[in-house]
């Protein structure tokens, strides 16, 4: 019987939709399932709503159990072939609310704050220390065990623990397996979708579709680029950002133009407002999100627990799909995100980068990209400065190294000063406590 582990199993949708997969998929519906979490309540609704999906689609034949508490944590892990990560340290409220409030006051604007920029730096740092302590746990109870990882800050996440640890690491994006049909519904080509192939490649959230065809072979960017121009310049829409990526980089990426918004020196200036609404950019978009799931949640859950009527169909989500790989032996390629061991030359070899990777009995195995046209790998080199800096913050514990981090963000750096981002850094520093009690 394979055991399955999930750590911040309180994300009960999240959860939901990684262990119904595992639900649904043959080799994996016996699986016993180990649902972590700190937070009591949460635990206890993730395991109402699992233990209905395994009843209504899986004839309970998957075995589920809670485990709260740090008390519990090597309990839960033990003899675990796979760990599933997807915890969110300091919640909403406090940690998110002070991310986004505390630099405003300095005229720093941000949209998600989760990957980059100073919200995505201090996500990281308070994030690393608890996945050391999974990692120190996973070392001695299930030292075999793959970690995937879904939490962000992705590359920071994952590039620590691939670095830094003995886990078997590898990150998940659920953009990687949407890219295709993001770009091409929006531009009326969904007719090209049906057995068109595609190469991505760069880093988490910015990683490049260098190459997509269709059916046939036929190379779709000269279109996509000439229709990506015309709809920028005739209509406002909610990837602006991403096409203008394609106008000047030539290139899409992988993640929403929400996100790369805040990735870059180019579309959030305070200099220059109409910005915002020229590229109509969602400015504190992940608190709205927040609030607006906080509530929905709350809300179905209700629904849920009332009537028991809760079933699942298998997800894009890759989780499921790489364990069904490694247990049966069938391959299967993902998206992943490793360290860049020779994979794409014009990258650091400490970067975290999003590969094509092959799943088998064997693992995880990253394929060679070669290089990136110079101007992707550029854009992508100044989000891994400060990945790398904020990792080098995490294992120094120097405020001096978190200083440096915020001063290699590209967004950060184009709106503040150095003594600002001193400021800033010491006042979100304090701001979270015990979160980050270590960095002095």
């Keep these: 019987m394979v055991k399955i582990t999930f750590m911040g199993a309180g994300s009960t949708v999240f959860a939901r939709n990684v262990i119904g997969d595992v639900m649904c998929t043959p080799s994996l519906r016996d699986a016993e399932i180990a649902l ?35 008390e519990n944590r090597k309990e839960a892990l033990r003899g675990a072939r796979f760990v599933v990560n997807a915890i969110q340290v300091g919640g909403y409220d406090p940690c998110t609310i002070i991310d986004f409030e505390i630099p405003k006051k300095y005229g720093l604007r941000q949209t998600i704050a989760d990957t980059l920029g100073i919200g995505g730096i201090m996500r990281a740092l308070r994030t690393i220390p608890v996945m050391k302590g999974f990692a120190d746990d996973m070392e001695e109870v299930c030292p075999d065990a793959w970690l995937l990882n879904y939490t962000n800050p992705m590359a920071m996440l994952s590039g620590y623990m691939q670095r830094y640890t003995k886990v078997k690491t590898v990150g998940l994006c ?28 760069g880093i988490n959230h910015m990683g490049w579709l260098l190459e997509i065809r269709d059916k046939d072979g036929n190379d779709l960017y000269p279109e996509i680029r000439r229709r990506a121009a015309e709809k920028n310049a005739t209509e406002k829409h909610h990837d602006m950002v991403r096409f203008e990526y394609i106008k000047h980089f030539g290139f899409y990426c992988t993640e929403s133009s929400e996100h790369n918004a805040e990735y870059n020196p180019f579309y959030i200036k305070s200099r220059y407002p109409e910005l915002i609404d020229r590229y109509n950019i969602p400015l504190d978009e992940y608190p709205r999100r927040c609030i607006v799931q906080i509530k929905g949640w709350a809300e179905e859950k209700d629904r849920i627990l009332a009537n028991g009527e809760i079933t699942h169909e298998r997800s894009r989500e890759y989780a499921s ?74 294992v120094s514990k120097k405020r001096e190294d978190i200083y440096r981090a915020a001063m290699l963000d590209p967004h950060t750096a184009a709106e503040l000063s150095i003594d600002d981002i001193v400021k800033m850094c010491d006042e979100m520093i304090d701001a979270h406590g015990d979160f980050m009690k270590d960095y002095k």
Aim: charge should be negative.
């Design 174 to 201: 659920h953009s990687v397996q949407v890219c295709p049909e993001a770009i091409l519904k929006p531009l009326g080509m969904e007719d090209k979708l049906e057995g068109c192939s595609s190469l991505i490649a």
């Design 36 to 70: 972590y979490d700190i937070d009591a309540a949460r635990l206890e609704e993730s395991k109402i709503i699992l233990d209905a999906i395994n009843k209504n689609i899986n004839e309970n034949r998957a075995k589920v159990k809670t485990y709260l508490g740090v």
């Design 321 to 394: 799909y790489i364990m069904e790989a490694m247990v049966t032996n069938k391959p299967y390629k993902i998206g992943g995100n490793v360290l860049n061991r020779g994979l794409i030359d014009n990258l650091p070899a400490d970067a975290c980068v999003e590969v094509p990777c092959l799943v088998d009995g064997s693992g995880v195995t990253p394929c060679r990209v070669g290089r990136l046209p110079v101007q992707c790998a550029a854009m992508n080199m100044t989000n891994i400065n400060p990945q790398l800096m904020t990792i080098e913050a995490a």
